[in-house]
């Protein structure tokens, strides 16, 4: 829903955490799983919620669906959540821009490149584990903790759907053409109070996006050769080989690729964080202020980890779910293919003069989105980020290719031919 995330594909060691992270999430989201619970209101968890035995979506989910892609709730009549989490591109954008335009003239850039929804569901609410590792939570920054909470800030934000406010939301959600449907679900009087009916706006597209099997319908390629219904060809065996291998690949670190202990498919991410020093965009036009750092974990959006440096310059591990369909990488969307992305993984350290610019003197000014006296938190220790000048790549350039095809693998609706 926001523009406001996006992150490495790559990144820190598994180090066994999944079920930790599973097991604290249901202590801080009420086993809520945090994309789970209600959006932190009591009145929220007051509204009932049917399942619909023959599959189909609840009442309160349906109407989810109608608001997703409800362009007048915007302030410039243009714009829903469908516009930049494009259904027909696995819930991400449509374009290659860097960033998406918004605002009452859709002519405001955003300052991150745009997720895609899918596979949200599982998220769980932001934590530190036992060893200090932040995990969990949504956005790139893991400031919220529940799928209805994300919602808000897209319909707020300046260079998003930029309504002035709840009540600009509601007053908007009065002329739609599911009002009555809000008021039947929701209660005759809910559009008296905007705060509680925006809350129930939230509520309903965070079941939509539960209940929705387009948002996680896990029948790719990959899914079914897991279920051992189609073959991988040779080159996304190879690709697959490479990507598990801790000295080569070492994507499955971060991007946990085997079932889990009960059958459950692999999620491809670990929802921790990590600092790739991905190279400063220009094409997102705040960069033009060279104060200007997005720091993610840290700030600007989110504010309750500014004192800890240490995490400055960390986004959030993404699933490779769909990465094959992404039109840009990293959370400034710096890289425009996937090919690009994965060579810079395996090329950053040794031939960074290939994404960085070079300053008078010749120096390559490595990791120059990010603050000098945050530099040093770059991940240059794990495989295949500890690479130095001169030693060749941990990937050739055949065996990227075999990455890329394997990656190409994890995109949804796979058909046999």
């Not at 009932?48 to 608001?67: E, F, H, N, R, Y």
């Not at 290719?401 to 693998?409: A, E, H, K, N, S």
Request: aromatic share 10%.
């Amino acid at each position: 829903m926001s523009q406001n995330n996006v992150a490495p594909l790559i990144c820190t060691p598994n180090r066994g955490r999944w079920l930790l992270a599973l097991a604290a999430a249901c202590l801080l989201a009420a086993c809520g799983g945090g994309g789970g619970g209600d959006s932190g209101s009591s009145s929220a968890a007051a509204t009932p919620i049917t399942p619909v035995p023959d599959g189909g979506l609840s009442q309160v989910a349906s109407l989810g669906k109608k608001i997703f892609s409800d362009q007048s709730l915007s302030a410039s009549g243009k714009q829903s959540c469908a516009t930049c989490h494009n259904p027909d591109n696995a819930h991400a954008q449509s374009n290659d821009l860097a960033v998406q335009l918004g605002g009452a003239n859709l002519d405001v850039p955003g300052f991150r490149a745009v997720p895609s929804l899918r596979y949200l569901n599982l998220t769980p609410a932001f934590f530190f584990a036992s060893d200090g590792t932040p995990t969990g939570g949504f956005n790139r920054d893991g400031r919220v903790n529940t799928l209805a909470e994300q919602s808000e800030r897209p319909f707020l934000a300046p260079h998003e759907m930029a309504n002035a406010g709840r009540a600009d939301v509601i007053a908007k959600l009065k002329s739609a053409a599911y009002v009555e449907e809000f008021r039947k679900v929701f209660g005759a009087a809910i559009l008296d109070n905007s705060d509680d009916a925006f809350n129930r706006i939230q509520v309903a597209l965070q079941q939509y996006q539960k209940e929705d099997t387009d948002f996680h319908p896990y029948d790719s390629k990959y899914d079914q050769f897991l279920a051992g219904k189609v073959p991988l060809n040779a080159a996304e065996l190879r690709g697959l080989a490479l990507f598990n291998n801790p000295t080569k690949g070492n994507c499955v670190a971060c991007h946990l690729s085997a079932k889990g202990s009960d059958g459950s498919s692999p999620l491809f991410t670990d929802f921790t964080f990590d600092n790739l020093g991905v190279p400063r965009n220009p094409a997102i036009a705040a960069t033009a202020d060279p104060a200007y750092f997005d720091l993610g974990l840290c700030g600007p959006d989110r504010t309750d980890l500014s004192s800890r440096s240490e995490l400055c310059g960390k986004f959030k591990v993404p699933t490779l779910r769909n990465v094959a369909t992404r039109k840009v990488f990293f959370h400034n969307g710096y890289f425009k293919t996937l090919r690009e992305a994965v060579s810079f993984y395996v090329k950053r350290d040794t031939n960074p003069e290939l994404w960085y610019p070079v300053d008078a003197n010749g120096a390559v000014q490595k990791f120059n989105d990010l603050p000098e006296q945050y530099r040093k938190n770059v991940n240059v220790t794990e495989v295949p980020y500890n690479r130095q000048p001169n030693m060749p790549p941990a990937l050739s350039e055949s065996e990227v290719d075999d990455v890329v095809q394997f990656l190409g693998t994890l995109t949804d609706g796979y058909k046999a031919q």
